[in-house]
């Protein structure tokens, strides 16, 4: 790592104060970067973060806070735009998920990338949990070519408890995880194919408050507009002949508690994989087995029996391979994966507003 790095973090919100400022904190408390800057639209978000993280609030331009490296933790709608500016002022970028909310925005980025030579790395989480690498392993030995997908992402209570969060839509904000695993632990990026969606659980059926029980801190004077639905279902063809199936929702009736499935159907054998995915408290409960092989005489056999209980795991995990990878100018893969999910849910986005099959192309 460069110890010579300043870090401007763009965006104090809570997923911010959660993982990323700690993260970075200790990183310059040890000497692993020079300088750390905050900034916020909100400036009394910023003084907090620079008074609790022992940061230097920042309220210039972003080129000329001289960054070696930029954090965005923006709401999704900036993402893309902020990653260009940072790209364009010489800095190697953080973005969290997701990299962009059109395919066009993405495609803008990774040209960047590739132009000022610049690093990006996107935050897709689920990719760090410890389950997911075991995964990556048992396709690759056991499973055979996989040809079907089936990932869901229900929470009881779940909305976000910010506008950011609730305007790019359940479909971004969970949505974007389960389609980034479906094509990244098979390797299904450079794919094409036709995708359609449709909206689930309208929130006027809603009882109660709906907002994440973890984010309800958030100021009170904070208007936030209900979004219109709580879930989504979509399911996409991958050329040749493979089948995605998503279900997401923020406050899916009839269930008690959040649970999460991701089913990998390859020619050999069926993976399972039932967890809780995110900062859910549901997560401390959860029973085992989580991870599971069955195989085409129907035998099955229990591959991981505990989940991670502490969602830190997974984010802190993802920070560390975060600065590896741009501190070694190896990012490049992992935002490849994320321009192959960014189409992919384009298209997902465009029949939601079509209630029409969207082609997609997720190579680039």
Not at 9 to 28: E, F, N
């Amino acid at each position: 790592m460069n110890r010579g790095w300043r870090a401007l973090v763009i965006g104090c919100g809570w997923i911010s104060r959660q993982v990323h400022l700690p993260y970075l904190a200790g990183l310059r408390a040890t000497g692993g970067l020079r300088s750390l800057y905050v900034a916020d639209t909100a400036p009394e978000r910023a003084a907090r973060a620079a008074r609790d993280f022992d940061a230097e609030m920042y309220t210039g331009p972003l080129e000329g806070a001289g960054a070696d490296l930029v954090l965005v933790a923006t709401p999704p709608a900036d993402h893309a735009t902020l990653t260009l500016r940072a790209l364009a002022a010489g800095a190697r970028v953080i973005v969290e998920k997701p990299l962009a909310l059109t395919v066009e925005d993405a495609a803008s980025v990774l040209a960047a990338a590739h132009r000022h030579g610049g690093g990006v790395y996107p935050l897709y989480t689920m990719r760090h949990r410890p389950e997911a690498a075991l995964i990556r392993q048992v396709l690759a030995q056991r499973m055979g070519p996989a040809y079907e997908i089936r990932a869901s992402w229900l929470r009881h209570d779940g909305v976000p408890a910010t506008q950011g969060g609730t305007e790019p839509g359940v479909l971004w904000d969970l949505g974007s995880h389960l389609v980034d695993l479906a094509l990244w632990l098979p390797d299904w990026c450079g794919a094409t194919g036709t995708a359609r969606a449709e909206h689930q659980h309208s929130a006027a059926a809603a009882i109660g408050d709906p907002r994440a029980g973890w984010q309800r801190q958030e100021p009170a004077d904070q208007v936030v507009s209900a979004p219109k639905w709580h879930g989504v279902r979509a399911e996409a063809t991958l050329d040749p002949g493979r089948r995605l199936h998503v279900e997401a929702s923020w406050a899916a009736p009839g269930i008690r508690r959040d649970r999460s499935r991701i089913d990998i159907v390859g020619e050999q054998a069926t993976l399972t994989w039932r967890t809780v995915l995110g900062w859910s408290p549901d997560r401390r409960t959860v029973c085992g087995p989580t991870l599971w092989i069955t195989d085409a005489d129907g035998r099955k056999q229990v591959l991981l029996h505990d989940q991670p209980r502490d969602p830190h795991v997974e984010y802190t995990a993802q920070l560390d391979a975060a600065f590896a990878a741009l501190t070694s100018g190896d990012a490049a893969g992992s935002l490849e994966t994320a321009y192959a999910s960014t189409a992919l849910l384009h298209a997902m986005r465009t029949s939601l507003d079509t209630a029409a099959p969207a082609p997609f192309d997720t190579r680039n």
